[in-house]
């Protein structure tokens, strides 16, 4: 089965320091999303991509999140510098165009805690 | 106000039983309508998409009433391995790509 595919699984880091969360879409899906998952808020839409452009990064606190793709294999989240209240899992989505009618699939997430 | 609802439980209930779950979206021209499963620590997963006139997997009955705004989830002759998290999933207002999660209704289920 094709899988989206994400690194690292677990992160744990200091307030302060910079994170990156990597994400391997779906060969030949051209959208991406990151989501958020805490037990307060459940799956928050931090930014999504199609065919790697940005669409919406609406969801993302800017003055330290950024999403990037910088080809139709790697999506980028960063987090610089990071706080505890960032601590969460993180999930990756790709979907084809019509992934909207007939949903994404989700990579297996990076669990990040912010000491 | 959360633009998917659902109740987060947990429903606890015992093998072979029948149970129902619902959801309330507030976008009223959603197009996209799913149930998402996630076990403890997993992602989430596509159970089933929603179609207008209903629509059953198996064991598993989705229905959608676009006038109440309203998604439901049945289940019937529950299996142990039901036991999960389930997601109401409706695509967010003003996207017709990106979707909007409901915090989900827990699910267990008793030998």
């Known amino acids: 089965d094709a899988r989206v595919t994400q690194t690292p699984r677990d992160k744990v880091t200091e307030m302060g320091q910079e994170v990156t969360m990597r994400c391997q879409p779906i060969?030949?899906?051209?959208?991406v999303f990151w989501y958020r998952q805490t037990m307060m808020q459940g799956l928050e839409l931090l930014a999504y991509?199609?065919?790697?452009?940005?669409?919406?990064d609406s969801g993302m606190p800017k003055d330290r999140f950024s999403a990037e793709m910088p080809d139709a294999t790697l999506a980028t989240l960063k987090i610089q510098p990071s706080e505890p209240r960032d601590s969460a899992v993180y999930f990756c989505?790709?979907?084809?165009?019509?992934?909207?009618?007939?949903?994404?699939?989700f990579g297996s997430g990076t669990r990040l805690t912010v000491v | 106000r959360k633009e998917v609802e659902q109740d987060p439980g947990p429903f606890n209930v015992p093998e072979g039983a029948t149970v129902a779950f619902n959801c309330t979206y507030s976008?009223?021209?959603?197009?996209?309508f799913f149930w998402y499963r996630q076990d403890c620590r997993k992602e989430p997963k596509l159970l089933m998409s929603?179609?207008?006139s209903g629509n059953e997997d198996g064991r598993f009955t989705a229905q959608l009433n676009r006038a109440s705004q309203y998604i439901s989830l049945l289940i019937r002759d529950s299996k142990l391995s039901d036991s999960a998290t389930y997601l109401c999933v409706v695509n967010m207002e003003n996207s017709g790509y990106a979707l909007n999660f409901g915090k989900g209704t827990s699910l267990l289920v008793t030998p």
């Open positions: 060969l030949g899906h051209n959208t």
């Open positions: 989505a790709s979907g084809s165009g019509d992934g909207a009618n007939y949903g994404y699939t």
């Open positions: 991509f199609r065919n790697r452009a940005p669409l919406d």
């Open positions: 929603v179609y207008s």
């Open positions: 976008n009223s021209a959603s197009q996209s």
